[in-house]
Each structure stands twice: as structure tokens, then as C-alpha cells.
């Protein structure tokens, strides 16, 4: 029998907001298609990609905060590539948090990974109580990512790294001629055909609105973390940041 679903602090966010957890709730059931149809099938190999950016260690037990977890393919991502990490992942949607519970059930990996609903603006977590954290797809939905981002450094411990895997439209170029031509033209007509049209013309809308990555990098610098590194993955309009909590001060 299922396990409900952890009820953990409430969102800040306005329900049936655009990018709420009760939008995301209403498409729950397509929503591991409709990644695989928008993204033409690459939305896997990003993962992966976020996956390797944790570098978590392979010799030691990790404790892995997935922030945004959805259906929970990067939390079990996670739990696959490193055997010894426990990763619980947050989100506000309880209809995707479900889904990602009966999925961890049917790869039996529910001792391991596990789903708790939550804001990632007020988390309701421990500090220091996180080796690392990661969230794919998620931040642009934050109405505040200052504060999601300080919370990711209050909850990760000092040195603990944190990936953050988000889609983008390039500035210039054919490719930002490509992308913007698929984010306004293609991404709201699928999305709309399969899912209905709230949520992707949200997708255009807040892709749009999203920083550039040299100012979200500077974003998650004002927001106290490390940036080590910002790559943009084929064909241009994903890009990993990889970050760490700067280690503790004042130790002998």
C-alpha cells in the first residue's frame, strides 16, 4: 500500500499561480511524455549530465537534497549512478510527488529515495543537513530564487555542492534564432495538444523571464555560493550550474 505523501510547510506561492504546485498538479499524468516529446528525447542525457556535476563520492554514505523533484527521474538518477546515496526529494505538486512514490516503489529504491512536499523558498530542513542538493527544471518556477538559493546553502553543509539544471534561450546567434522559434512556436502548440495550454505557454513565459546564465551565476553568487563552473549542453538550451558552499571558516 502506498505511503501518503509527507506534508512539509506550505507554499508561498499562490495556488493555480502559473508554475504553482497545483498547476503542475493538473498535468502530472503527461508529464514524463511531455519531457520526452519537448525535449526530443534529451532531458535524460541532462540529467545524467547534473548527475555527474554533484560529483558526490563514491565511498562514502551522501545524503542528496532534489529540490523541484516532480515525477522524481533526477532523485532516482541519483540513487542509480551512487549506491550509497539517500536523496529525498521537494516539490509543491502532491499529484507528481505521488507518482514519483508509486515509481520508486515499482524499482524498489523507497528505502533509499523519498518525497516530501515543499517551497523551496522556506524549507522546512535542517541546517547543514545536506551533502548536496540538486534541482533540474525548477528554479525559473521559484518566485523568489534568492530565497530558494540561500536556502540551498543554509541546508547543504560548508563544501557541499549544489546543481542547478535549467533550461535557457540563447542571446544571439542561429541558435537563439532555433530555440526561440521552438520555445514560441512548438513548445505552447505540443504542450497545448497534449496537456492543455496554461502550462506552456507558462514554460515560454518564464524561459523568457529567465536571467541570462552570466547574471543567474551571479544570482547564486550574491546568494553566498562558489560558482565552479556554467555549461550549456546540446542543443543550447539547457544549461548546468555547478556550485559549492563555501567551506566553514575559522576550523583548526
Not at 508554475?19 to 534529451?42: C, H, K, P, Q, W
Not at 539517500?86 to 509543491?92: E, I, L
Not at 523507497?110 to 533540474?136: K, P
Request: contains cysteine; hydrophobic residues 45%; aromatic residues 6%.
Amino acid at each position: 500500500m502506498d505511503q501518503p505523501i509527507h506534508q512539509d510547510g506550505a507554499s508561498t506561492q499562490a495556488q493555480g499561480a502559473p508554475g504553482s504546485g497545483e498547476m503542475f498538479d493538473t498535468i502530472a499524468e503527461r508529464y514524463d511524455l511531455l519531457n520526452r516529446v519537448l525535449s526530443l528525447g534529451l532531458d535524460g542525457s541532462w540529467r545524467r549530465r547534473a548527475v555527474r556535476a554533484l560529483q558526490l563520492s563514491e565511498a562514502t554514505d551522501t545524503h542528496v537534497l532534489d529540490l523541484a523533484a516532480g515525477t522524481g527521474d533526477l532523485s532516482f538518477a541519483i540513487a542509480a549512478a551512487h549506491p550509497k546515496a539517500s536523496v529525498v526529494g521537494v516539490d509543491p505538486s502532491t499529484a507528481m510527488l505521488q507518482i514519483a512514490q508509486e515509481k520508486a516503489q515499482r524499482i524498489a529504491v523507497q528505502e533509499r529515495v523519498t518525497f516530501q512536499v515543499g517551497d523551496a523558498q522556506q524549507l522546512e530542513l535542517e541546517e547543514d543537513s545536506f551533502d548536496a542538493c540538486s534541482i533540474a527544471f525548477g528554479i525559473r518556477n521559484v518566485p523568489r530564487r534568492d530565497l530558494a538559493l540561500r536556502e540551498m546553502a543554509r541546508v547543504v553543509r560548508p563544501g557541499g555542492r549544489i546543481v542547478i539544471l535549467e533550461l535557457s534561450i540563447p542571446r544571439s546567434g542561429l541558435m537563439a534564432w532555433g530555440a526561440r522559434l521552438q520555445v514560441d512556436y512548438v513548445v505552447p502548440l505540443v504542450g497545448g495538444f497534449l496537456s492543455g495550454p496554461q502550462a506552456y505557454r507558462h514554460l515560454r513565459d518564464s524561459m523568457h523571464a529567465f536571467p541570462s546564465n552570466d547574471q543567474f551565476a551571479l544570482d547564486m553568487g550574491e546568494a553566498g555560493l562558489e560558482v565552479s563552473s556554467v555549461d550549456v549542453l546540446a542543443p543550447g538550451v539547457c544549461t548546468v550550474f555547478a556550485a559549492q558552499v563555501p567551506a566553514a571558516t575559522g576550523s583548526a
